[in-house]
């Protein structure tokens, strides 16, 4: 089982050339060079080029580095997909996708640009429209074109055009949330959790953190630098949990135990479907030490 660590993707604005070369240097698992939210209309070209040149130059190590673009809709994508392609970072995050139909299209404009096959297509799941739609956007990964790696939540979106509100906890959208987390796991993808707005409460982003592990987002993305360490200490396993699933799966791993579908670990009754989960958390705990 191959798997690659994203407990925290930070988000860095594409117009400012101090915050890039700084993302070379934190420890998060990926990067997103921004040219969305984070940029001004009247720096959005400028901040194109750079953002380019400087996935192009590289230097990012074991970082996974993407590149979000302005929305389908406005003036700005076709460039910035371009550029994008041009750059060849290891993925394309595109906001505000509704329908499979859009992930299709930029699929083809992705071939048609001769994109390295190894630029993947991270779609924003932030609208009303996306969330109901939201197993069939999931359904082209099954279409190898579509490029489609996973889902980042747009919470702030999707509160903006349900009006529920971003409260503690977030029990307003945990339905939603649930569903694109659902989505993704029936077609074998990766699911991102929203920002957290507050970037002075400590106390909080970590409780999101948690809640979001617990929820089953494979991380979660970031606004800030400081928000890094502790958004890793929430998705990385314990030791106990490591040590427990190593425990099941050496139960399971037992010629007498081959074929039984329950068995008796320290007086717990564990499924082989516990064993099965552990495994996951074992290649995931090895994954982030080899970083």
């Not at 720096?43 to 130059?57: D, F, H, I």
């Not at 069939?136 to 579509?146: F, L, R, V």
């Not at 507050?198 to 953190?209: H, I, L, M, R, T």
Request: proline share 5%; hydrophobic share 45%; charged share 25%.
């Amino acid at each position: 089982m191959t798997i690659r660590p994203r407990r925290s993707v930070l988000y860095m604005p594409g117009s400012n050339a101090r915050a890039l070369e700084k993302a070379k240097t934190l420890p998060a698992d990926g990067v997103i060079l921004d040219l969305e939210d984070s940029v001004a209309p009247d720096a959005k070209e400028s901040a194109r080029l750079q953002v380019a040149a400087v996935a192009q130059a590289g230097g990012f190590g074991s970082r996974e580095l993407c590149i979000r673009t302005n929305g389908i809709d406005t003036p700005w994508f076709a460039d910035d997909l371009a550029a994008a392609a041009q750059a060849a970072p290891d993925g394309i995050v595109v906001p505000k996708i509704s329908s499979a139909g859009q992930l299709e299209m930029i699929g083809k404009k992705l071939r048609d640009l001769g994109a390295d096959p190894k630029t993947r297509i991270w779609a924003m799941i932030e609208s009303p429209q996306a969330v109901f739609n939201v197993l069939s956007i999931a359904a082209c990964a099954q279409n190898p074109d579509t490029r489609l790696a996973g889902f980042v939540m747009g919470t702030n979106d999707i509160a903006k055009d349900t009006r529920a509100r971003l409260v503690p906890g977030r029990w307003p959208m945990i339905g939603w949330l649930m569903n694109c987390i659902a989505a993704a796991r029936i077609h074998g993808i990766d699911v991102l959790d929203g920002v957290y707005n507050n970037v002075g409460d400590a106390e909080g982003f970590v409780k999101e953190c948690e809640q979001g592990r617990d929820m089953g987002f494979d991380g979660k993305t970031l606004i800030h630098p400081n928000q890094i360490e502790p958004c890793n200490v929430a998705f990385t396993p314990s030791d106990d949990e490591v040590a427990w699933a190593r425990k099941m799966i050496a139960a399971f791993d037992l010629p007498e135990n081959k074929s039984r579908g329950v068995v008796s670990i320290d007086g717990r009754m564990v499924e082989r479907l516990h064993a099965d989960m552990g495994r996951r958390t074992v290649a995931i705990a090895e994954a982030i030490a080899a970083r």
